[in-house]
């Protein structure tokens, strides 16, 4: 079983990449499914066919489903949703009110774990793609159970053991409705769903990230930054796609070519695999398909393309050293400086990016040495 998350930012391709890679899947014998996050949907406009809320099957082994939150919210929160609502109501919020109210901030996210968790458990496909939001939405979503983890673990269990004890006692003096033993036992179980995806999603013999880009200079930052993030936050990123590159004997090729540079040098070594722009949009599962193939090449789409760290940080007393992995040994001179949020490596003539993360933006660099060949550590103090 594999997972294959599809991010980048707005317009770069993810929904027709995400599609092009389950059609070609798809025909390569798998049982495939690719589920849009993104609450803005656009799958069943790409595969010009209706995805539902359930997954529907397109072609053959091929399925898509557009999650939808309200849909989702019966599915998986009745016991929740019920509380919530009766303690919406006794606060004098009428029952409309309460209906939209009960769609509370993350929901949407967690129910995007939930159904995906489900499909995993359920083991029915062999491949779950996801098409999901832009990149800042995505760190969001991704690191939304890492954020929970202290409710979850600390205030639920402790609040859980409260009420048993004064529930009996507050019943008397309150009309409050009050969360019953099943409330919480629903909420766990579905705390332990999202978890368990999240582990996961981080586990590089199952998920990969594949970042989407273009070579438009605002869309290398925001995708230089999402690699860094994702890496830091533990979810591997197995491939970059460079989509939308124009024929090389046209104009435009000429403007774009010291970002295609820059997108090589920066994400290297992890894979970079190049889509060249079309000049008709690509629709319905045929087409798809063959985007596919062409993506791809020989290669098969639920493959691991890569698996070691791009960089790792490891601080000691207040020293951070940063360790690059460089796509080869290097002879030449390495010449190493930093530019706002932009660490700026130079070897020979190649010119190599990396975004800095918070924890060293504020620091200065205090030496640069290549260990092992093709690892470079940079020490900020
Ligand atoms: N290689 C390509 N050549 C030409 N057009 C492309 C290419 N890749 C994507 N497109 C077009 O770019 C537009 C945006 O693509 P798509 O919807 O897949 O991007 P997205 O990243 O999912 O966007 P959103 O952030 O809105 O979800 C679409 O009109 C699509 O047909
Ligand atoms: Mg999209």
């Known amino acids: 079983m594999r997972i294959i998350l599809f991010t980048g930012k707005g317009g770069v391709g993810k929904t027709t990449l995400s599609a092009a890679t389950g059609a070609y899947l798809s025909e390569l014998g798998r049982k495939v499914l690719v589920v849009s996050v993104d609450p803005a949907h656009s799958l069943s406009d790409v595969l010009e066919e ?108 402790l609040q859980r053991k409260l009420m048993k004890f004064i529930r009996p006692a507050a019943k008397m003096v309150s009309s409050m409705p009050l969360p019953e033993e099943q409330t919480y036992d629903a909420l766990e179980d579905l705390f332990r769903q999202v978890y368990n995806l999240y582990y996961l999603l981080q586990n590089p013999e199952v998920s990969s990230v594949r970042l989407v880009v273009n070579p438009e200079k605002m869309v290398i930052k925001e995708t230089e930054k999402a690699f860094t993030y994702l890496h830091l936050f533990g979810f591997p990123v197995d491939a970059v796609f460079l989509n939308k590159v124009a024929p090389e004997d046209s104009p435009f090729y000429e403007v774009q070519k010291k970002y295609i540079e820059r997108i090589k040098t920066s994400f290297e070594p992890t894979p970079v695999f190049v889509v060249p722009q079309f000049y008709e949009e690509v629709l319905g599962y045929e087409k798809l398909k063959e985007l596919g193939k062409l993506l791809y090449k020989e290669e098969a789409p639920d493959k691991i393309f890569y698996t070691d760290k791009p960089f790792e940080i490891v601080e000691n007393e207040k020293t951070y050293v940063l360790r690059l992995t460089l796509k080869e040994a290097s002879e030449d001179k390495i010449e190493v400086y930093q530019k706002g949020e932009d660490l700026i490596l130079k070897i020979g003539n190649l010119k190599k990016h990396f975004f800095l993360p918070r924890v060293l933006l504020n620091k200065e660099i205090t030496g640069a040495v290549v260990k092992e060949g093709n690892l470079l550590e940079i020490t900020f103090k």
């Open 50 to 157: 209706d995805a539902g809320p359930e997954p529907v099957k397109i072609f053959r082994n091929f399925y898509a489903q557009e999650i939808d939150v309200y849909y989702s919210i019966e599915k998986f929160w009745g016991v929740l949703k019920e509380y919530l609502k009766s303690l919406l109501r006794w606060q004098g919020i009428d029952e409309i009110l309460a209906e939209e109210m009960s769609v509370l901030p993350g929901m949407e996210e967690v129910s995007a774990f939930l159904w995906i968790n489900s499909h995993v458990e359920k083991g029915e496909f062999d491949v779950i793609i996801v098409d999901s939001a832009p990149t800042g939405e995505t760190l969001r979503f991704l690191s939304l159970p890492d954020a929970a983890s202290w409710w979850v673990t600390k205030i639920l269990p």
